[in-house]
Structure formats: C-alpha cells, structure tokens
C-alpha cells in the first residue's frame, strides 16, 4: 500500500504577513459590525458618537488614517524592500496591539474575544518581523 503524504510548501515571509494583516482587518470590521447590534449603539452612532470622541471632520480623518495603514499593510507586505518590510510590521504590530488593549476595557465579551484574537494576531505580526530568515554573507 502506498503511503501518499501531503505536500506542504514553504510559504513566504511576506505573504504570512500579508495574510496576518488581512485576518486583522477582518476583526476589525466583524468587531465594528456586531457592536452595531448593541442596544443604543445606532443611536450613538447617529447623533455623532464614535465611542473616542464626536465624529468631526478631525477626528474622521484620523480614525480614517489610522484604519488605512493596515489595510496598506497587506499589499506593502508584497512589495517593500525585506528591512523597511520587517521594521514597519515589527513597530506597527506594537502600535495596534496597543491600540487594541486601550479599547478593551468595559467593551462587551464579544468585543473582548475579537480583540484578544487582534492582540494574538497583531503579536505574531510582531514575531514573524522579528524572525525574518536572514542569508549569512560573508563579511567584509
């Protein structure tokens, strides 16, 4: 009888990084999306009120800018050069692990679970930056 094993293939730095950020972002948006079914919460989001401040212009941008760099992320991913790639996702894997946490406390459990995964997620984002195969050249 023969044995038939599966292939698994290597699969590249950037795109594990790639697909990590993409993971994310889904978080993100099922977070938002099921919190819309908390009582009151349409309501807030009606009269202005996007849980850190009054939804203005200012405010919109920032919040705008700081959802469009994990988006940018999955293709910068692809096709930044291996160190600008690696330090970008090692600082901005901290910065939106800390961004998550600050949002967590008093959330509800739903919102809690899907940032624990963010926070996991976003660390591994951390951990791949931080492992980057790297080529031992000889020095000099």
Not at 7 to 26: C, E, G, N, Q, Y
Not at 74 to 92: E, I, K, Q
Not at 100 to 120: K, N, Q, R
Request: charged content about 10%.
């Amino acid at each position: 009888m023969t044995v038939r094993r599966l292939i698994d293939r290597h699969v590249p730095m950037r795109l594990k990084l790639s697909a990590a950020w993409t993971a994310i972002l889904f978080c993100y948006v099922y977070g938002d999306y099921f919190a819309l079914y908390s009582p009151g919460k349409i309501q807030a989001v009606m009269a202005g009120d996007i849980g850190i401040g009054q939804a203005g212009p200012g405010m919109l941008a920032a919040v705008s800018l700081m959802m469009a760099l994990p988006s940018v992320l999955v293709f910068l991913c692809l096709v930044l050069p291996a160190p600008v790639c690696r330090w970008a996702n090692g600082a901005l894997g901290i910065v939106y692990a800390a961004i998550v946490a600050l949002t967590m406390p008093g959330a509800p459990l739903f919102y809690i679970l899907l940032s624990a995964i963010e926070i996991a997620l976003s660390a591994t984002v951390l951990w791949l930056a931080w492992s980057w195969p790297r080529d031992d050249l000889p020095e000099g």
